[in-house]
């Protein structure tokens, strides 16, 4: 006899007789997926720009991705949020990115609702909906979607990706990590990295290697469930790190410079049908030097960069061609939809001569070229944190101006592939229909035969923002569904409608032109001159890269007032106001905390990293720290605590018996206390006591000097001058760990993770308003309290 089911929540179909011989038995439903229904499965890339995908014009060998293209659709008119975060909200809700609250990255949030990254609840995921519908959900790779406040092992976790619908996770929380060196979570814990660089670990193998072991675990119990997949390997954000064998490849590639690849890849595109064959080039970029400008020594280093870069892309499709192999190999790629996704246009954090330390970027620091070109054999690899320069963006977003975080195609267009081969009748073309990052999810709700859901989990849900595009899938001429579409991003805003586009960049056109730089603050007076005199009119349906300017044309007049006003309406439907174009001092805004706000923090061995976001705050500021520690007879060595990693950071250790502090000012200074003395076996404070003795110069990204002061118990057993630190951060993805260095190594002295060999009972660091005057009064009191 047949299982007897009825519906959970229903009344019971079965007969409850008084003994199970008079009986019959019924089982609430399973939750199952429809019969046959595909799986979903979302790639989502970072940085990577408009032209730099060989199935979109790259010189860049990227065959399982074009191969990918080849049984899907391109679509050459796809939109972003031009940030990562607001696009990942964008992807996952189908909700604008200010609806979703998530107005910039989560680090840079504020006390708005449209800026405070808590993305609400009644903007259900894909994954949340899914879920009801009988799917297995997993996310692997970049998450950066949880305020940076609440990343911490302390939680809340409702806002991780198993708070947000997603069975399992594996991958990194913030905005980017360490590919040698990542900080891993698997669900809502921690984990470190199975294998050393060394030992031939790289992230992208790794994430791909447990997206397919996810999809496998399920598979080979229940082979008709289907599954999303969220892939998001963080590639190809900064850092650019690849093992050499790869950007080796590239060779000589590029030494004709961005110039030529930008003429190349506008050429290639046109023959693909990309663009249009009219389109016109848009300007050379002024902020980006002309490559024949350029002396010999700088054409060597800015080229290898790129290799660098093309080598990591590369390698990254090499990885997504595996994970697609596995899809064919167990039958299931047919019925996957599949889509390939940018998150934003190709990234400017190099600067103008490209970077070994990204964080030069965060900290308000010009990069040198003098050390990178001392580093450019090593460039890729585990000892630097590296990011191509301003050149090679403006090539890789090629026919478009600008680049990530602005509001120009430069920043907001990007490729989008769709494939589905059991689903889609067509294979290899380009499609032009005007898509947005808030489409996607409509587009696989309808594809899937599904409606929104009025509630989740109890939430009653916001409307959807987003329109399908899933008719455009067979009909190539299908008409534009989404008609209109705002766009803000750090004060540069812009507005599409119906095939024009007006846009109002800020801090201008270009740095050079406007005598301004990124993070620019636009106060009252200068947007109401902007609104006045700034925008400009492109009717990018004949104008497709942005090329011709008709807001001076006195017969356009009308349109480009009303778009600006439309703007507006748009700004205030979605919580778009105030418009905030600082950057910096955001990184430096004090946020709410789960616990009341503190200077006093106390850590334990054997625990978790802690994400910098709720570390201690001593940047520009007096602080201590002071371990209690058991140092075994015959000494120890090890990190008692450590703050950041190999692009800077702090790190507290004993190295053959003697404490030791070091400050790593971005990779580039490394000013040290040691101790002459051996620590003596037994319990003992160990402590070092940081005196700000000046004031920060923040415009050269020098934070405030002081003196530190290296004890053992209340002896003073050395010191160290500071003629500058640290101004700003140590770095997006920078952790603290007590007991051993996670991660990167904070200093080249030793290798991670140095874990001590004594006993520590707490490691407490206070951050001190004041400059400590009488340190060793102040010391002795803190230890007493300990």
Not at 253 to 266: C, K, L, M, S, V
Not at 500 to 510: E, F, K, Y
Not at 513 to 519: D, K, L, T, V
Not at 766 to 785: F, H, N, Q, S
């Amino acid at each position: 006899m047949a299982l007897k089911e009825y519906k959970p929540g229903t009344t019971f179909t079965g007969i409850m007789g008084r003994t199970f011989e008079v009986s019959q038995p019924a089982w609430p439903q399973p939750l199952r997926a429809a019969q046959g229904a595909p799986n979903v499965l979302f790639i989502v890339l970072d940085d990577v720009g408009f032209a730099q995908l060989g199935c979109f014009g790259s010189p860049i060998r990227t065959p399982n991705i074009d191969a990918l293209a080849a049984d899907g659709l391109r679509y050459a008119n796809m939109h972003t949020a031009a940030l990562c975060s607001p696009t990942r909200a964008c992807l996952l809700t189908g909700r604008n990115h200010h609806s979703n609250h998530m107005a910039s990255i989560t680090e840079v949030s504020m006390g708005y609702p449209g800026y405070d990254g808590y993305i609400p609840f009644e903007n259900g995921f894909l994954s949340e909906i899914l879920l009801q519908h009988g799917y297995n959900t997993y996310c692997v790779g970049k998450w950066h979607l949880t305020p940076a406040e609440a990343t911490s092992p302390a939680g809340p976790y409702e806002r991780w990706p198993l708070g947000r619908g997603f069975e399992r996770y594996y991958g990194f929380l913030g905005a980017e990590t360490n590919q040698y060196y990542p900080d891993l979570v698997r669900d809502n814990a921690q984990v470190e990295p199975e294998k050393r660089p060394e030992q031939g670990y790289h992230l992208t193998e790794d994430l791909t290697d447990k997206a397919i072991g996810m999809i496998a675990d399920a598979k080979q119990v229940a082979p008709s469930k289907p599954f999303f997949l969220y892939f998001a390997p963080g590639a190809m954000h900064a850092p650019h790190h690849v093992p050499k064998e790869w950007p080796d490849r590239y060779k000589g590639a590029f030494d004709g410079g961005w110039d030529a690849y930008r003429e190349a890849a506008f050429a290639r595109q046109k023959e693909m049908g990309i663009v249009p064959e009219d389109t016109v080039l848009s300007r050379h970029d002024p902020d980006v030097p002309d490559w024949t400008s350029l002396p010999p020594h700088e054409q060597r280093l800015y080229a290898r960069m790129m290799e660098v870069f093309a080598g990591f892309l590369e390698h990254t499709d090499h990885h997504i061609g595996r994970l697609i192999k596995f899809l064919k190999e167990i039958g299931e790629y047919d019925n996957t939809m599949i889509m390939l996704v940018s998150d934003n246009g190709a990234s400017p954090e190099g600067g103008p001569t490209g970077s070994i330390n990204e964080n030069d970027f965060f900290n308000n620091v010009k990069d040198s070229l003098e050390n990178a070109l001392e580093a450019i054999d090593e460039i890729g690899g585990p000892n630097h944190y590296n990011h191509y320069p301003w050149g090679w963006t403006h090539a890789g977003n090629t026919p478009f101006r600008r680049w990530k975080r602005e509001t120009y195609r430069g920043g907001i267009s990007d490729p989008l592939i769709v494939s589905w081969p059991k689903g889609m009748k067509t294979r290899g073309e380009v499609r032009h229909q005007y898509v947005h990052a808030i489409d996607l999810l409509p587009t696989v709700l309808e594809a899937l035969g599904l409606e929104s859901p009025t509630k989740i989990r109890g939430v009653a849900q916001a409307p959807v923002e987003g329109v399908s595009f899933a008719d455009s899938f067979d009909e190539a001429n299908a008409p534009d569904r989404h008609l209109t579409q705002y766009f803000e991003m750090i004060g540069h805003r812009s507005l599409y409608h119906d095939g024009w586009r007006a846009v109002c960049p800020w801090p201008g056109q270009s740095f050079i032109e406007s005598g301004r730089f990124f993070g620019a603050p636009l106060k009252h007076d200068e947007l109401v001159a902007l609104d006045a005199d700034g925008w400009e009119l492109y009717h990018v349906a004949e104008d497709f890269a942005e090329t011709r300017n008709l807001a001076g044309d006195p017969a356009h007049r009308g349109r480009l007032i009303e778009m600006i006003n439309q703007w507006y309406v748009e700004a205030g439907k979605y919580n778009v106001l105030p418009i905030d174009s600082r950057t910096h001092a955001k990184l430096m805004t004090e946020r709410p905390q789960i616990t009341p706000f503190r200077e006093s923090f106390t850590y334990y061995p054997n625990t978790q990293a802690i994400a910098g976001s709720v570390a201690p705050r001593i940047f520009n500021r007096s602080y201590a720290v002071v371990a209690d520690v058991v140092v075994p007879e015959g000494g120890a060595e090890g990190v008692l605590l450590s703050y950041g990693g190999s692009e800077g950071g702090i790190s507290f250790y004993l190295k053959d018996g003697k404490p030791h502090f070091v400050h790593n000012y971005l990779a580039r200074n490394y000013f040290t206390a040691a101790s002459a003395e051996v620590a003596p076996g037994g319990r003992r404070k160990l402590a070092f006591v940081f005196e700000v003795t000046g004031q920060p110069d923040m415009a050269k990204g020098e934070g405030a000097p002081g003196t530190g002061y290296l004890f053992i118990d209340d002896r003073e057993v050395g010191r160290v001058e500071m003629p500058f630190t640290t101004p700003v951060t140590f770095g997006l993805g920078g952790t603290i760990k007590c007991g051993a260095n996670s991660g990167s190594p904070v200093t080249p002295e030793y290798e991670t993770p140095f874990k001590f060999t004594g006993s520590i009972n707490t490691v407490r660091v206070e951050v001190i308003g004041a400059t400590v005057i009488d340190r060793i009064a102040y010391l002795k009191e803190m230890m007493a309290r300990q």
